[in-house]
């Protein structure tokens, strides 16, 4: 009598295992779908991290004054005012800044761009300090980019340095001759 009662449990069960089946088979499709589309959430959010991380990276968010330009964590300013040297640099330190210290090829680039185009020169910070060619921020001097036969110091009356557009190249130069400048300072 106990397998025909087990037999007839299982045949009165078949219907709701049937149901259940049904349902799983509903569901299972449905719930694959939503894993997956945690998943591709889940990796789309990490990709847009990860660019974020390479774009700030690469293009740090400027940190620079109305009118100043970013590059490699400095703030570069050209000062369209003609004036001498001297006065150039005083400008700039009532920036915080001062006349523009190059340090690279890119540096020099990115400055001669500033600078403007066509036949427009402009103060730089090199200056004959005795018998040294400084700049007026203090950083090192290793890379020069004089133009061929610069400098000449002309009599010793030529003692500041000048980018020349285009071009790119230095030429040094009396201290009153009267042109535009750049500034530069570390970027905040």
């Given at each position: ?53 390479i774009i700030t990276e690469k293009f740090p968010p400027e940190k620079c004054e109305k009118n100043w330009k970013f590059f490699q964590g400095n ?91 285009p071009g790119g190249q230095w030429n040094n130069n009396k201290e009153t001759r009267k042109i535009r400048s750049i500034c530069k300072k570390k970027?905040?």
């Amino acid at each position: 009598m106990e397998l025909m009662e087990i037999s007839e449990f299982f045949s009165s069960q078949l219907p709701d295992a049937q149901k259940r089946k049904q349902i799983l088979f509903a569901v299972i499709p449905s719930l694959i779908f939503v894993i997956f589309i945690v998943y591709k959430i889940y990796h789309i959010e990490s990709q847009v991290e990860d660019f974020k991380r390479i774009i700030t990276e690469k293009f740090p968010p400027e940190k620079c004054e109305k009118n100043w330009k970013f590059f490699q964590g400095n703030c570069y300013w050209v000062n369209k005012k003609r004036t001498n040297w001297t006065t150039s640099e005083k400008s700039c330190v009532q920036e915080n800044a001062h006349l523009v210290s190059i340090h690279t090829d890119e540096e020099n680039d990115f400055v001669e761009l500033i600078l403007g185009e066509g036949q427009i020169d402009g103060w730089i910070g090199l200056q004959l300090l005795d018998d040294e060619w400084a700049w007026s921020d203090e950083s090192d001097t290793m890379y020069t980019n004089w133009k061929a036969g610069e400098p000449n110091e002309n009599h010793g009356i030529e003692n500041h340095a000048e980018m020349w557009n285009p071009g790119g190249q230095w030429n040094n130069n009396k201290e009153t001759r009267k042109i535009r400048s750049i500034c530069k300072k570390k970027a905040s």
